[in-house]
């Protein structure tokens, strides 16, 4: 773990602003390269990533703010913090998502072609933003004793995300981060193939619904307010960032049937 990547002076580069600050730099270049590839104009679908990006972070901010809003009545300076989680990433995903319609409506542009390029770039910025959380400590697991699990001793990262140290835990950060790279690779493949518009992106929601369904069950990070059925065992017990996910879950699904059915088509 190491929440500092540099340290000159009085100015500190967190680790998990510089991976954000990377995965966004990444996305971008995936978009402008895709964009060039099809045809679309690469400049403003680089100005519409852009600004989307900033209005996810803001409304991850917002749900994260909405969900414990108590405490950051008490910490407002937590909330702007770029040293661990930037916010709840289906808040982020939903106002980017809101955005993004407005922003392709305005501009005529191809929506579902569009998001058939936003999709990967989503998985791979997603991948090193996870990255980021793995050397903050934040998003942390639950206790296990697994092979694989990790054991976190930096007290700065204790004091800023709670993780806790000298305990062995889920890698969940890494979980998720290994699988978005995975879902990157695999939507990346079926975009160069794709058959109508509208599936890779319908893939992408698929797949990160079912990607961080699963993460959840070893997450260690959530209050008990989060759940909305405690069971005996993490197991039998569901969340509302899981319920998010069986929403997304049947949205996704919802959109590649219609969409297939429909075929390829200019929106």
């Known amino acids: 773990m190491f929440p ?8 500190s580069i967190h680790t998990y602003g510089f991976m954000l600050a990377l995965g966004i730099a990444m996305a971008l270049w995936f978009v402008a390269r895709q964009a060039k590839k099809v045809g679309l104009p690469a400049g403003k679908l680089v100005d519409l990533a852009f600004f989307t990006i900033i209005i996810a972070l803001l409304g991850a901010k917002l749900v994260l703010f909405v969900g414990d809003a108590s405490y950051y009545f008490r ?7 770029l040293a661990r989680s930037g916010g709840v990433f289906q808040g982020g995903l939903f106002f980017g998502v809101i955005f993004a319609l407005w922003f392709l409506h ?3 542009l191809p929506t579902w072609k569009v998001g058939d390029i936003a999709g990967p770039a989503i998985a791979l910025g997603h ?8 050397s903050a400590g934040c998003c942390y697991g639950r206790g296990c004793d697994v092979p694989w699990g990790v054991m976190f001793g930096n007290e700065y990262a204790h004091n800023l995300t709670g993780v806790p140290l000298n305990q062995v835990i ?3 950060q890494l979980y998720e981060s290994i699988l978005n790279f995975t879902n990157f690779l695999i939507l990346y493949l079926v975009l160069r193939k794709k058959k109508f518009d509208g599936q ?3 893939l992408y929601i698929i797949n990160y619904s079912i990607i961080r369904f699963f993460v959840e069950f070893y997450r260690g990070d959530h209050p008990e307010q989060s759940y909305l059925i405690r069971g005996a065992s993490p197991y039998l017990s569901l969340n509302y960032f899981q319920v998010f996910c069986l929403v997304g879950l049947a949205v996704g699904i919802a959109f590649f049937c219609w969409r297939r059915k429909r075929g390829v088509g200019p929106r």
């Open 200 to 202: 890779v992106f319908s």
């Open 75 to 81: 910490y407002p300076r937590e909330l702007l913090t």
């Open 106 to 108: 305005r501009h005529r």
């Open 127 to 134: 991948g090193f933003g996870r990255l980021g959380c793995f």
């Open 170 to 172: 889920h890698p969940t």
């Open 4 to 11: 500092v990547l540099v340290k000159l002076g009085p100015l």
